[in-house]
């Protein structure tokens, strides 16, 4: 019997419990097994798992990229540096990555990108969107790894999200973006190693077909 692809979700210690169940039952429709993550767990590397997932949640760290505190920012240091940690094993052993919202946000600083702090004050034309249903219009690139698992077809997602990609990072490309210009996904540039950060909550649209690629892709490359 083939054995399942294993991959990591790195979830916050606040929410967790409740958002976890989402990114297990999509891993396991992609036929992949969901291992959680979080800080004051026992597991805090990726010994024995097949590909990454950081979860959406608290804002990154302002000191990671030179950004300035806003008002209603929330952060974790210590979930900063865990992922920040898997990240880097991730990479060092070539696995897969897929970063949701604020994953995506982290992958950016990892690799020396920046973010913005409050897409509203850099975007005053953009939607304000708070919702876990698919009510942004999200416009992704041709020829793009994206494009190739979701199609290059305008997209309906959800917006839980106020950090967004500024300056990408080392080796990461912007391929898709809302109506507004707020980048909406990024990838790596580099090989065939699947490694794309999306600013939507794809655990949360559970009807799409579409959104389920996403971890089908991943299963598929761990």
Not at 74 to 83: I, N, S, T, V, Y
Not at 133 to 143: D, F, S, T, Y
Not at 167 to 195: C, F, T, Y
Request: some cysteine; charged content about 25%.
């Amino acid at each position: 019997m083939t054995r399942r692809p294993h991959i990591g979700v790195s979830v916050s210690a606040r929410t967790g419990w409740r958002v976890f169940p989402f990114f297990r039952w999509g891993l396991h429709r992609a036929g992949a097994v969901a291992v959680r993550i979080e800080t004051g767990r026992a597991r805090g590397n990726l010994k024995g798992l097949d590909g990454l997932i950081i979860g959406g949640g608290d804002d990154v760290g302002i000191e990671l990229y030179g950004g300035e505190l806003v008002p209603h920012s929330r952060f974790d240091d210590a979930r900063d540096r865990l992922e920040l940690a898997l990240i880097e094993e991730a990479e060092s052993r070539r696995l897969p990555i897929l970063g949701v919202c604020r994953g995506a946000q982290l992958i950016n600083v990892a690799r020396g990108g920046t973010l913005h702090e409050d897409i509203y004050d850099s975007y005053p034309g953009a939607r304000r969107l708070n919702t876990p249903l698919p009510r942004k219009l999200v416009h992704i690139a041709p020829n793009s790894r994206l494009s190739h698992i979701l199609g290059d077809m305008p997209s309906r997602v959800n917006a839980l999200h106020r950090q967004s990609v500024d300056s990408l990072g080392q080796g990461l490309a912007a391929v898709a973006w809302d109506e507004a210009g707020v980048v909406q996904a990024i990838e790596s540039e580099e090989g065939p190693r699947l490694v794309i950060g999306v600013q939507w909550h794809p655990e949360y649209l559970l009807l799409s077909r579409r959104d389920a690629r996403l971890f089908k892709a991943l299963a598929a490359h761990a």
